[in-house]
């Protein structure tokens, strides 16, 4: 049996004494120990959780990030993380389904895992209009590469194109009106684009 507990901790304040001129490395250092020592007399009130299984860390829940839902099964890609809301992990799955969830909910897609097939471009009467509406996926041509991204809802009208990857590390591009002609549905697409340029 193997279950994930999730502890949320209030900021915690010590005091500490050292010499002057203490590095603040130093003066961490200090303040992780006196933490310790103050937990260890004392735990504060807290929040807890209780999940099946493992929870993917922190530092993995980024857009661009490939994952899939625990529940179904279903790959999708993080496009937005708002912390401190009630589901902050935003995904898209299959091209055009927006869902919410917590942390717990959601696993790392195998590394084996195609991405290409997570890319799905716009509808087809989206195409027609000649833009890029909500949520989307598709291929960011950056020079001679051509990126997988995920472009994310517009954010004071600016939109961005998260790279999507097994190590995504949330790096995007700002689509512009110049750099949205670099956007393209499929991979061929994007394929002639760069060759020709």
């Known amino acids: 049996m193997k279950k994930t507990l999730t502890f949320q901790l209030p900021s915690i304040s010590v005091e500490i004494s050292g010499k002057e001129g203490l590095t603040q490395e130093e003066l961490r250092q200090l303040g992780e120990k006196a933490v310790v020592k103050q937990l260890t007399k004392k735990f504060p009130r807290y929040q807890w959780s209780i999940t099946e299984g493992t929870v993917m860390k922190d530092e993995d829940v980024v857009c661009g990030r490939p994952v899939k839902l625990k529940s179904t099964g279903e790959s999708g890609i993080i496009y937005e993380v708002k912390p401190g809301t009630k589901y902050p992990?935003?995904?898209?799955?299959?091209?055009?389904?927006?869902?919410?969830?917590?942390?717990?909910?959601?696993?790392?897609?195998?590394?084996?895992?195609?991405?290409?097939?997570?890319?799905?471009?716009?509808?087809?009467?989206?195409?027609?209009?000649?833009?890029?509406?909500?949520?989307?996926?598709?291929?960011?041509?950056?020079?001679?590469?051509?990126?997988?991204?995920?472009?994310?809802?517009?954010?004071?009208?600016?939109?961005?194109?998260?790279?999507?990857?097994?190590?995504?590390?949330?790096?995007?591009?700002?689509?512009?009106?110049?750099?949205?002609?670099?956007?393209?549905?499929?991979?061929?697409?994007?394929?002639?684009?760069?060759?020709?340029?």
């Not at 110049?178 to 684009?193: G, H």
């Open 89 to 197: 992990v935003r995904i898209l799955v299959d091209g055009d389904k927006e869902l919410q969830c917590t942390q717990a909910a959601i696993d790392k897609v195998s590394k084996k895992a195609s991405i290409d097939k997570l890319i799905k471009g716009r509808k087809e009467w989206e195409k027609s209009t000649g833009e890029w509406l909500g949520v989307r996926t598709g291929y960011f041509v950056n020079g001679h590469d051509i990126l997988p991204v995920v472009i994310s809802a517009r954010d004071r009208g600016k939109m961005k194109a998260y790279i999507v990857d097994h190590e995504a590390k949330g790096s995007f591009f700002h689509l512009t009106a110049s750099t949205i002609l670099r956007l393209f549905d499929t991979k061929s697409e994007a394929e002639n684009y760069a060759f020709i340029n």
